[in-house]
């Protein structure tokens, strides 16, 4: 399909890592993804309280600015043993937005009193809100999550954020070791796309 015939979506992020996600999976489809820094969009205050809240900030606040239809994304890492945390502030999680070395240094510092794998459960969680408008009042809303346990040592150069730590239940290998195509089928992002592809079409049936 031409870049002409694909619909086009605004991707509420200027993260690189979560764009190339979204195009390995939704383009294939007929979307063309366009990350609103391209046309100059800036972020809005993320003041919710829940990745749902979030994710519907930034869908809209994309939507008004672009004309366009917009998607967005709110995820983060919650571990049990630190009662959620880092949640919805994972991104900022050290104090600077998007510093991942900064952020994962922590969370070990946060975990070194927990010397026991199961001690260090953890699960990736993704809230997507679809916007076809800024004034949409019928916004499409998935969710998901990925389960795992957080390593003692940063393993893999792959992924972005917490990738490196997070070992994925059931598999010898952390998210950033993973080849990303294995990743695109089971990370928490990859199954709440799903989601909403599934509630596109039978939106439009």
């Keep these: 399909m031409s870049d002409s015939k694909k619909t086009k979506i605004v991707l509420a992020s200027s993260n690189k890592g979560k764009a190339r996600e979204f195009r390995a999976l939704l383009e294939p489809l007929g979307f063309e993804i366009i990350m609103q ?4 969009i800036d972020s ?6 829940s990745f749902v809240e979030n994710a519907l900030i930034k869908a809209r606040y994309a939507a008004e600015k672009s004309g366009l239809m917009a998607i967005a994304d709110d995820s983060g890492l919650c571990v049990d043993a630190l009662g959620g945390a880092p949640g919805i502030y994972s991104a900022r999680y050290a104090g600077e ?5 900064a952020n994962n ?4 510092e946060e975990l070194k009193k927990h010397r026991n794998i199961e001690e260090r459960a953890a699960h990736y969680f993704c809230a997507l809100a679809l916007m076809r ?16 346990y957080i390593g003692f040592e940063a393993q893999g150069s792959g992924g972005f954020g917490y990738d490196p730590l997070f070992l994925v239940k059931g598999r010898k290998m952390t998210a950033a070791q993973i080849p ?3 990743k695109n089928l ?12 599934y ?5 439009n049936s």
């Design 105 to 108: 240094k922590k969370l070990l």
């Design 180 to 182: 990303m195509q294995t």
């Design 133 to 148: 408008s800024g004034d949409d009042p019928v916004p499409l809303i998935v969710q998901a999550s990925w389960d795992g």
């Design 186 to 197: 089971m990370s928490h992002r990859a199954k709440a796309l799903m989601r909403l592809v």
């Design 37 to 40: 820094s391209d046309l100059g």
């Design 44 to 49: 809005p205050v993320e003041d919710g309280k």
């Design 97 to 101: 937005h998007g510093d991942d070395n």
């Design 199 to 203: 509630a596109l079409n039978h939106r």
